[in-house]
């Protein structure tokens, strides 16, 4: 008689709503932040975002939102808590930080940054706003379809989840350190990794998937690692001491170091990719590699029945068109350019030049991007100039207007 389907555990749903609510506040976080650089856009003081509530409100949320995540991989097994991460990739999309050393890219929800706009900057939105036609059309309901889909695969994830359970002790730690499955899938990743790493830097290889393959390499470390850590620091708080064991700082080391690494990777994946194609693309590989470094290190899915197994699987599959179909439409940000747009239109005050027309007027100066009112400026910050032959604006035999070239002397 086969064995009834069991709901899941109280200690997988505990970890799956410790994930779920973590990604929520991380993203409400950095929609906080990306409001705040928004607003301080132009700023003089390029740190100016230091001195508001709101950004470090946002600080304080991204790292309750971290921690949430974070503690959840102590109670559920990674191979459900690492699928959920598409709670996060729900809605997201780039938008680079006008400041120094800032990400390239942070991902934010439009949900979110609809909501926190009305909140905190007072903006208007009507009903009528959100139901006209997008572009391009039918964006809105691949997003919707997307958002159910992710819905339904996270619902299928965490019902067929595996319910293992093991306390993550420093004997079991290293004890599955050290088992040949594991040794063998670690040679296998070592090997792939630099190989990758040789396309990478020697061959120029800059396909996204080889750098996102990367990142999936050492997140699948990562969050091995992240799980033996936060499960330790659980069994220390309720009086099962783990600090003295050395494996603790063995796979403390690794994980800040894989977690490093792959911030950097990420980086430089995008500088080169749109970040939407970049959200898709790294959820389901880094999934797919993390899901299989979990279930040959922690034998998540040892003593599950293969309906669990296929269930959970098809959950997977199902989450991921969701994030597909979410990011594939969506519209690439517009960066902030702190300096003069040389195709702006002639004459044309920008919130850049504190009320002087900056570029230049053809029927005074064919001297590109020279001041009106120049007088002040030195002869040697004076603008070059261009002289005009009148000929070749006269081609079909009409006279041509000759345009007057600025002179600048010692005295200007």
């Known amino acids: 008689m086969s064995a009834p389907l069991n709901f899941p555990s109280q200690e997988n749903l505990i970890g799956a709503l410790l994930a779920i609510f973590g990604h929520l506040v991380v993203s409400i976080a950095l929609n906080l932040q990306k409001y705040c650089h928004i607003r301080l856009a132009g700023s003089k003081d390029p740190r100016a975002y230091f001195k508001t ?244 290190f922690y034998l998540d899915f040892i003593g599950e029945d293969a309906l669990h197994i296929c269930m959970f699987a098809l959950g997977c599959l199902i989450a991921f068109l969701g994030v597909f179909l979410i990011t594939r439409n969506r519209k690439k940000a517009i960066p902030f350019e702190p300096y003069i747009s040389m195709d702006a239109m002639p004459g044309m005050q920008n919130m850049h030049d504190k009320g002087m027309t900056v570029q230049p007027d053809l029927k005074a100066s064919f001297s590109y991007g020279a001041l009106e009112n120049n007088d002040s400026v030195s002869e040697i910050y004076a603008p070059a100039t261009l002289p005009v032959m009148q000929e070749e604006h006269s081609s079909r035999g009409t006279p041509g207007v000759p345009y007057r070239v600025l002179e600048h002397t010692k005295k200007e």
Request: aromatic share 12%; proline share 7%.
């Open 53 to 296: 509530k709101t950004w470090w409100l946002g600080l304080f949320l991204m790292l309750l939102g971290e921690l949430g995540v974070f503690s959840s991989y102590a109670f559920a097994p990674l191979s459900l808590i690492v699928p959920l991460s598409a709670v996060s990739v729900i809605g997201k999309t780039g938008i680079p930080l006008p400041c120094p050393g800032a990400p390239p890219l942070l991902p934010v929800s439009d949900l979110t940054s609809a909501i926190i706009g009305i909140i905190f900057i007072k903006e208007k939105w009507k009903p009528k706003d959100f139901l006209s036609p997008p572009s391009p059309p039918g964006r809105y309901v691949s997003s919707f379809i997307g958002c159910g889909l992710a819905v339904v695969g996270t619902y299928l994830l965490v019902t067929f989840a595996p319910n293992s359970h093991e306390k993550m002790t420093g004997e079991n730690i290293t004890r599955h350190l050290v088992s040949w499955p594991f040794l063998l899938y670690m040679l296998v990743e070592i090997v792939l990794f630099c190989l990758l790493l040789y396309f990478y830097k020697e061959k120029n290889a800059n396909n996204i998937v080889v750098i996102l393959l990367l990142v999936a390499l050492l997140g699948s470390m990562t969050v091995v690692t992240v799980k033996a850590v936060a499960g330790m620091l659980v069994l220390s708080i309720q009086g099962n001491l783990q600090l003295d064991y050395p494996i603790f700082y063995v796979m403390l080391v690794c994980m800040v170091a894989t977690a490093i690494y792959q911030a950097a990777f990420l980086s430089q994946a995008s500088q080169m990719y749109d970040s939407s194609l970049i959200a898709s693309v790294g959820y389901i590989l880094s999934t797919t590699v993390a899901i299989t470094a979990g279930a040959i």
